[in-house]
């Protein structure tokens, strides 16, 4: 009995250590509208099919150093793992917008924001972590 | 008994509250989705920040192409948990954004998009939308 519950426990710690990625499958991603943000950070992208074809970002943090208006991605797949990195190098001149993120359930990401500047603020490197949900279906 | 039940009622008359209070807005930086009524469409997008009482939208997309980046008049919060903020558009077009905590971070609410006018953008008529926003981070 001791060493039934033993391997049930063991069972429960590798699926948990594992993330949302299911056993020899993808980890489940919901299509949908998402929308998230951070500290004055706005966030929000579709995903279609494990792809995210469309995603959009506006932060206050940005705009005080002279990146008006919101940046526009490239898309990407998402991974077995639930990952995905979406970016921009072309929407601002010396300035690339990095979005990761990875699904920790279906339908919610966490996910980092890496902006890199080589004019601004001054230049350097700078991250911001954001949050976003699923709020729908896609049109 | 009958004390009691008279504060369940008077409870269920008071808009925002509930058996562990009213709802007491916090400040922050919220984001969401929506969809017009009737058409399932989550194609608008929310973004406002909620600091020392009031409500300053940042980003507010709908479902019309090329229609994107009205900007609204900065809301002071109403009755302590419900906001209303509007613009005019171009062609006598009138915006007008409600919003209502339904608990601490999260809020349900309405745009209502009045366009009497043959616009670039979009038929005439009246759209409305209803959309829910959660807290992401500080404001």
């Given at each position: 009995m001791r060493a039934r519950s033993l391997t049930a426990l063991v069972a429960v710690a590798a699926l948990a250590l594992a993330g949302p990625a299911s056993a020899g499958g993808s980890a489940p991603v919901k299509d949908g509208r998402y929308a998230g943000g951070g500290k004055r950070l706005f966030v929000f992208f579709d995903v279609s099919n494990r792809t995210i074809p469309f995603a959009r970002i506006d932060s206050e943090k940005l705009s005080t150093?002279?990146?008006?208006g919101p940046a526009v991605f490239d898309s990407d797949t998402v991974d077995a793992h639930g990952r995905f990195v979406l970016k921009d190098s072309s929407t601002f001149p010396n300035e690339t917008i990095k979005v990761s993120g990875r699904f920790v359930t279906s339908t919610r990401v966490r996910g980092k924001i890496k902006w890199t500047t080589a004019s601004n603020c001054p230049a350097g490197t700078y991250g911001f972590d954001y949050r976003a949900d699923r709020y729908g279906p896609l049109e | 008994m009958g004390t009691a039940a008279a504060v369940i009622a008077a409870l269920a008359l008071t808009p925002g509250a509930d058996a562990r209070g009213p709802t007491v807005p916090k400040p922050g930086t919220y984001a969401g989705a929506g969809a017009m009524v009737g058409a399932n469409t989550y194609g608008m997008q929310v973004g406002f920040i909620f600091k020392a009482g009031a409500v300053d939208v940042r980003i507010l997309g709908f479902g019309f192409p090329g229609c994107n980046g009205f900007t609204l008049v900065p809301a002071t919060a109403i009755g302590a948990n419900k906001f209303e903020t509007s613009s005019m558009g171009g062609n006598d077009e009138s915006n007008l954004l409600k919003g209502r905590w339904v608990g601490a971070g999260k809020v349900k609410g309405k745009l209502v998009l009045a366009r009497p006018q043959v616009a670039s953008c979009g038929d005439p008529g009246t759209y409305v939308y209803k959309y829910a926003a959660r807290r992401y981070g500080r404001p």
């Open positions: 150093c002279a990146v008006d | -």
